[in-house]
């Protein structure tokens, strides 16, 4: 029972993390139809972002307070994050809308190993041991030696990511630009014919999930302790999955698929085994795609000519 | 009166396109300090055990030049409003050459492909001083099959397969296992035998690679066939993931991330390769030398190679091929005039996972050692830069890119002056995959079906269309 809770508050970090990665992934497929490939490297671009401003705040500006640190690391990663994606749509997505079936999927591979690579290049291949930040814990229940921990970090990972939910979905549903985004969702052509500016649109989309995915990876970093320009694919991945097991092209399925993917992965590595944690991450992926294509909460996707 | 206008208008407009030139790349380059800003400026490197910061803001000053001057001579140059667009209308310059040399080609590279291990002896002056080129030789070729290999799924029949190197793990592991009899034994706890797995030949264990890596194709590919094109890719990505985490987290059977050592080496039909009474060279009467197996590992792997190609440009005028293109071009047409996708798909994943496992073992044998670091994503990645590089469904094109890219690499590293250029810690090898990720983006956006040489439909009804596939969407004009 204390293993249970224990994973289950585990699980439900982990979770949250790739709830936010996945939102990005689910709002591009939704909007153009693409599986952003580097979107998963964007996450780890933002966690090499976010270690930077975090060293230079605290050994060069001297800031003391780790909270205030934090937040400005949150914000810093957040815009530079969000220009990487911008950058990216606009060099090697937009000049492909139109072109054949596999080429925004290649392009998106390539930039994929280009992220990876270029931060391999320039911060070095080793691992980036983070100072420890928050190391705090609250201990929940003590039943003889098991202690069922709930840390400090782990309730500033979910509050956040529950607060940033709230006012992406207040964004989405309740703005003009989320209007114009669901707009561009249903149909590109009909939007941009009622005056909707479509390129303006999908930047923005961009935008918007590389801010959720530099969310995660400022926690990722801070929750983990390290950096690593390899540690890109794996998250993406899952969070990829997490999309797919929600239901691509669907938000709230996003959020759903993430924490179902970090519970399943949390409680296999405890119950199973770790080695196999990746296995089965993957595994679902592809039974959900074979057997469920449309996920749990989205649509069913009709081919058209 | 128009005329006079038009005529003069370009003179006045010189100053606001100056400004203008200026402004959209003073903006370029204020964009590319913000992307190089943090990862560039700054470097985090472990002092002591603890992180710190250490700066280059002179790598980010010329990089940031760089964006800003390129962007500044593009907009006064290629983007002006002034310049005024060629338009041409015949072939152009490279597509005469390509009609003039191109049947010229193919023969000659032939012709050299064949002969290299000579004019390398010939050309360094000894067997063993030229063992360098020919292993570089040995490694291009490598290269050259697989992308023909992955050519077949992803150039002719327009699937993308990411996790093209669980054929080439399962073709390695196959010859690794069958050749050294412990593990495969146990694993069949004497069954037909305790004779019968010891140390297969490595002729019989090269069409088993090549059958078990089929059929591993088809037992992956018939689930997910179904599904559309990108969902295809994340899901075989996802399989070349967990065949590579089952290798190694698979001890007792495949010896986990230590790998497979001491695989038996290549031999001459049965000729071992040594100094003995009854090896290669005592038996031919020439003084031995251990470049004889490299050299002929050489042939072996460029008749693998030639073997891949044979077979696909006769498998691409047979039913089967013609399908495949058809598929590339226009997956619902084809259903609706009555092929059957899921077989067509199956087809062309199964001989691509082929010659995969082919590769593969050659791999093992040339290595002598297999282990899950071999065949990881990156790859797969490679294997698929130099098919769209190549351009998709092109043989000629994916042989050029494979021996530019992976030949290229090797002698950028010999190069003294780049040392001299970027400092002495200078690995050319780190920037290829830098390379590839951003030659797939460059290509995609700018010559989509290929750089080197572009494939069109083998067969087509009544005449060639005048619009090209670059300019047009799948399955239109």
């Not at chain 1, 993390?17 to 780890?44: E, K, P, Q, S, W």
């Not at chain 2, 695989?263 to 009474?277: D, L, V």
């Amino acid at each position: 029972m204390e293993v249970f809770i224990q994973q289950l508050i585990n699980g439900l970090t982990l979770g949250s993390i790739y709830g936010l990665i996945a939102i990005g992934y689910t709002m591009v497929f939704g909007i153009i139809g693409m599986v952003n490939f580097a979107h998963g490297d964007v996450f780890m671009v933002s966690t090499f972002v976010a270690l930077i401003c975090f060293l230079l705040l605290t050994t060069v500006l001297g800031i003391t307070s780790i909270f205030l640190a934090l937040a400005i690391v949150l914000v810093v990663a957040m815009f530079f994050t969000s220009l990487t994606n911008w950058a990216i749509e606009r060099v090697a997505y937009r000049p492909l809308r139109g072109s054949f079936r596999l080429a925004p999927m290649i392009s998106a591979i390539g930039m994929s190993i280009f992220l990876a690579n270029f931060v391999q290049v320039s911060q070095g291949p080793r691992n980036k041991p983070v100072p420890p930040m928050v190391t705090d814990v609250i201990v929940l229940m003590d039943s003889g030696g098991y202690q069922v921990t709930l840390a400090w970090k782990q309730v500033i990972i979910m509050v956040v990511t529950a607060a940033l939910l709230m006012g992406f979905w207040y964004l989405v549903q309740k703005t003009s630009l989320g209007r114009a985004q669901r707009a561009c969702e249903q149909d590109r052509k009909m939007a941009a014919l009622l005056g909707i500016n479509v390129d303006h649109t999908i930047s923005l989309t961009f935008v918007i999930g590389a801010a959720l995915a530099a969310v995660a990876g400022v926690m990722y970093m801070m929750y983990y302790g390290v950096a690593h320009f390899a540690d890109g694919f794996v998250p993406g991945v899952k969070a990829f999955t997490a999309a797919v097991l929600g239901g691509i092209g669907s938000l709230p399925g996003a959020v759903l698929g993430g924490l179902l993917i970090g519970l399943i992965e949390t409680f296999w590595s405890a119950y199973f085994s770790i080695e196999y944690k990746d296995v089965a991450a993957f595994s679902i992926l592809a039974i959900t795609l074979i057997f469920m294509p449309q996920g749990l909460l989205g649509r069913p996707e009709v081919e058209k000519v | 009166m128009a005329v006079q206008l038009a005529d003069t208008a370009p003179a006045r407009a010189h100053t606001p396109l100056m400004a203008h030139a200026f402004k959209d790349a003073f903006l370029a380059g204020l964009v590319a300090l913000g992307l190089f800003g943090p990862l560039i400026g700054f470097e985090t490197i472990v002092i002591d055990g603890a992180l710190g910061l250490t700066y280059r803001p002179m790598t980010l000053a010329v990089m940031v030049g760089i964006i800003f001057v390129g962007r500044l001579i593009l907009n006064l140059t290629v983007w002006s409003p002034n310049r005024r667009p060629r338009i041409s209308t015949g072939p152009t310059v490279f597509d005469r050459m390509g009609t003039t040399v191109g049947p010229a080609v193919k023969p000659a590279l032939l012709g050299l492909a064949i002969f290299f291990p000579l004019l390398a002896v010939l050309g360094l002056g000894g067997l063993s001083e030229s063992r360098y080129l020919i292993d570089l030789g040995i490694l291009i070729l490598t290269y050259v099959m697989l992308g023909w290999g992955l050519n077949i799924v992803v150039g002719l029949a327009g699937l993308l397969d990411l996790g093209y190197v669980a054929f080439y793990a399962v073709g390695a592991y196959t010859y690794a296992l069958l050749a050294t009899s412990a593990p495969i034994n146990d694993f069949f706890a004497g069954l037909l035998g305790e004779t019968f797995w010891a140390n297969w030949a490595f002729w019989i264990c090269l069409p088993m690679a090549g059958l078990f890596a089929g059929v591993w194709g088809m037992i992956l590919g018939f689930p997910v066939l179904r599904l559309r094109g990108d969902y295809l890719a994340i899901v075989t990505l996802a399989f070349g993931e967990i065949i590579r985490l089952v290798l190694i987290n698979w001890v007792d059977f495949t010896g986990g991330g230590a790998g497979i050592a001491s695989i038996p080496r290549a031999t001459f039909f049965g000729i071992p390769f040594n100094a003995s009474e009854d090896g290669f060279a005592a038996l031919f009467g020439i003084p031995f030398d251990p470049m004889h197996r490299i050299i002929f590992l050489y042939f072996v792997i460029l008749a693998l190679a030639m073997l891949t190609a044979f077979v696909t440009v006769r498998l691409r005028k047979l039913p089967v091929g013609r399908a495949w293109e058809a598929l590339r071009e226009d997956e619902i047409a084809c259903r609706s005039l009555g092929i059957n996708t899921t077989n067509v798909k199956l087809s062309a994943f199964a001989t691509g996972a082929m010659f995969g496992g082919f590769a593969g073992c050659f791999f093992a044998v040339r290595a002598g050692f297999v282990s899950p670091e071999s065949f990881t994503f990156d790859i797969s990645a490679m294997i698929l830069a130099i098919v769209v590089l190549g351009g998709m469904g092109s043989q000629i094109g994916v042989a050029v890119a494979a021996a530019v890219m992976m030949g290229g690499m090797e002698m950028l590293r010999n190069l003294g002056f780049l040392t001299q250029v970027f400092g002495n810690d200078f690995d050319p090898s780190l920037y290829r995959m830098l390379l590839f990720g951003f030659a797939m983006v460059a290509i995609m956006v700018w010559k989509p079906r290929g750089l080197v040489s572009t494939r069109d439909p083998t067969i087509f009804l009544k005449e060639r269309k005048a619009v090209s596939g670059d300019h047009v969407k799948e399955g239109h004009g």
